[in-house]
């Protein structure tokens, strides 16, 4: 009927200009995303570590420059400090939290 037609007509432009910006916002965020990937993993072996064989086993989608060490991570896991006491203990200028 002319009512499907009209109906089928309206879908189609409907989805061709959801389609052209969705196409356009690709078009400007993945370069830059591959950008920001590729600036990350220039940063692999940059910083300190406690060193070590043994690694978490990430894949490299992660977005990490490098497996990170399992030492790393103990360290942290390790860490008895509540935030609050991180927070005394190592205060950040211009802290707009109040304790």
Known sequence: TVQEMESARFAFWLCFY????AA???RETIPQQYNRFMARKSLGGVGPT?????TLGLLPITGYPEDIRLRD???IVNNRMSPFQM?????IEKNTYAY
Do not use: R, Y
């Open 18 to 21: 959801g389609a052209a910006g």
């Open 24 to 26: 356009s916002a690709g």
């Open 50 to 54: 406690l060193g070590g064989d043994a």
């Open 73 to 75: 991570v103990e360290k």
């Open 87 to 91: 927070i005394k203990k190592f205060p």
